[in-house]
């Protein structure tokens, strides 16, 4: 009987819990659709211009009090991307939707209205303290190209693909940063494994169109290789047999090991799970010619001696990491504290600018002591949003102690003028206390990488120790972590469809 009740509790329980998640779930979505009216920004405010809608852009709207401001963002792309599932859209595991959200839907929620203009800055003249815009988008008005004043500017427009000049890359290969990119690989992988089928192929064109090759060990490399061999092994060679005994992955690195940034225990887990997939891994191998059918590769030998080896390929991608975009070249141009720094924006500890006046710059574009990863620029973000709230809270505690002392000159008794005083020294410490932001300090989490057959691997930072683990678990713990770090419930239920869809009827294997 007492089992009997204790199954009824806990049956109970469950199904209240349910029912509180639910719920949850169904009041974020209706506070979602349900926007609160917004209050029009008080044109007496400072304008506070915010380039870029990606991480570090986003992290700091997120967290802003825009009441305090005037905010006008500026980004040639209207939604946020979640980049580490960027590699999933290459397969068609994840659909590249699921991972984008809305820009408008992120400033709809904030307090006081904020403008958008869905541009490119061309140029920011720091001494004038102006930003040039251009719509760069297929349908234009009369104005494409205008200017953005501002008193404060916030850089958060990222980085561009490193090629390093190596001719041919830009013209051959395809990238793997923006959603078009994902959908560029997605279709060219079926574009290559049709034109292999195609009738009378020679047996020596079928093997270099069905050589998927992957330039660059790092992360965005090793994380697309694996999905790539996934959706050979789960679906391509299913439905298209006779693929099977030439469809090849392939990942060339210029360094003696991939994964240059995990412990060596994780690096060797990789390379072993690569080699169970059946993905070569080419270390040693560094790329210098690029042509429309195969690439020219330097190779150091085991003994030290070069050579140079041609590789046919199919599909290649190019992930060599992280470039300076022109409008950023043109800003360190034009400030003398920026003459030694070579990649990117030379900030100090406060994110400012150095050599510039109330210009920050977050993310990619900025130079400190951290990886240039989504984790660095989402905190740096959120580090300036706390700091432009304190600001504007400083300057509004400011102008109160101001009309307190005048006040106070005026008081007619002591009294008067003694309760004007306690109320002064309330204020100054309170200021005080608000004063207080220490500069910007990073929390390292970890670093996760999916790298295929249904496993990751991990070096999480934990109890000021660190954690090394690679497998299944970790896959888990990876998909787990990513699923709750999406940037909406919407996108995480999307996401979670896309898992679900791609588990019970496989990826779609069509080209669009
Ligand atoms: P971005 O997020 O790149 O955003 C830049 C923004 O600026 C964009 O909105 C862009 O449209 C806009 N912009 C560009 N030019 C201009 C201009 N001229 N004017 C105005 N706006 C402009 N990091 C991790 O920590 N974990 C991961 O798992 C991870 N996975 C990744 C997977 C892939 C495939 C890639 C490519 C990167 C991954 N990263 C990951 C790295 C991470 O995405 C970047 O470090 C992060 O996006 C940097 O944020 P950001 O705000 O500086 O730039
Ligand atoms: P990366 O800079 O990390 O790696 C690029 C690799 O390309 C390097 O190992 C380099 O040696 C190699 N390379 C350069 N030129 C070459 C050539 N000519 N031939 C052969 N190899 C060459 O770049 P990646 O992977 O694009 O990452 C960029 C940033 O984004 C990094 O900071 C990374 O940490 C972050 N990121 C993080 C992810 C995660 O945490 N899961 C996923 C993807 C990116």
Avoid at 355 to 383: H, K, S
Wanted: with cysteine.
């Amino acid at each position: 009987k007492k089992r009997f009740r204790a199954l009824r509790w806990s049956w109970r329980l469950t199904w209240l819990t349910g029912l509180g998640l639910t719920g949850a779930l169904a009041y974020s979505i209706y506070s979602l659709r349900h926007p609160e009216e917004q209050i029009e920004p008080d044109p007496e405010k400072k304008t506070l211009v915010i380039l870029g809608t990606g991480w570090g852009s986003v992290s700091l709207l997120k967290k802003l009090d825009t009441e305090n401001y005037n905010v006008i963002v500026v980004s040639p792309r209207n939604y946020f991307l979640f980049t580490p599932l960027l590699p999933s859209c290459t397969t068609g595991l994840i659909e590249h939707r699921s991972i984008m959200e809305p820009i408008r839907n992120i400033l709809r929620q904030k307090k006081a209205t904020v403008k958008f203009f869905e541009a490119e800055a061309t140029k920011i003249d720091y001494e004038k303290r102006v930003v040039y815009i251009s719509d760069d988008s297929e349908i234009k008005g009369d104005i494409s190209h205008t200017e953005v004043p501002f008193d404060m500017l916030v850089i958060g427009v990222g980085a561009e693909n490193a090629t390093f000049g190596i001719p041919g890359v830009r013209e051959n290969s395809c990238f793997l940063k923006e959603v078009n990119d994902a959908q560029n690989i997605r279709k060219r992988v079926m574009d290559c494994v049709e034109t292999a089928m195609f009738k009378d192929q020679t047996p020596d064109e079928v093997k270099r169109l069905l050589h998927m090759v992957v330039v660059g060990g790092g992360p965005t490399g090793v994380e697309f290789a694996g999905e790539l061999q996934d959706f050979f092994n789960d679906d391509l060679k299913k439905w298209i047999p006779e693929i099977q005994d030439n469809f090849h992955v392939t990942l060339v690195e210029a360094l003696p090991n991939v994964l240059p940034m995990f412990s060596k225990q994780l690096i060797d887990y990789t390379e072993s799970t690569f080699k169970e997939e059946e993905i070569t891994i080419r270390t040693k191998t560094m790329v210098k010619n690029v042509t429309d059918k195969y690439i020219e590769a330097e190779v150091t030998n085991p003994d030290g001696t070069k050579a140079i080896e041609t590789i046919p390929y199919g599909l290649l991608v190019w992930a060599t990491g992280n470039a300076v975009r022109p409008v950023i070249r043109d800003l360190m141009d034009q400030i003398p504290a920026q003459k030694n720094s070579r990649r990117g924006l030379a900030v100090n500890e406060y994110l400012v600018v150095n050599g510039a006046e109330n210009i920050w710059a977050v993310g990619d574009c900025a130079i400190t002591n951290y990886a240039p990863t989504a984790q660095v620029a989402g905190q740096e973000g959120a580090f300036l949003a706390r700091l432009f709230n304190t600001m504007a809270k400083t300057d509004a505690i400011e102008k109160e102690l101001q009309h307190l002392s005048n006040t106070q000159s005026q008081a007619k008794s002591n009294d008067e003028r003694n309760e004007i005083l306690d109320e002064i020294r309330e204020r100054q410490k309170q200021l005080r206390r608000t004063k207080q932001i220490g500069p910007f300090q990073y929390s390292h989490q970890g670093s996760l990488a999916y790298i295929g057959k249904e496993r990751a691997v991990a070096d999480i930072s934990w109890l000021s120790g660190n954690i090394a683990s690679g497998g299944t678990l970790t896959y888990l713990f990876w998909r787990s972590a990513y699923l709750s770090m999406c940037f909406s419930t919407r996108n995480r239920v999307l996401v979670a469809v896309d898992w679900i869809k791609a588990r019970l009827f496989g990826r779609d294997v069509s080209r669009e």
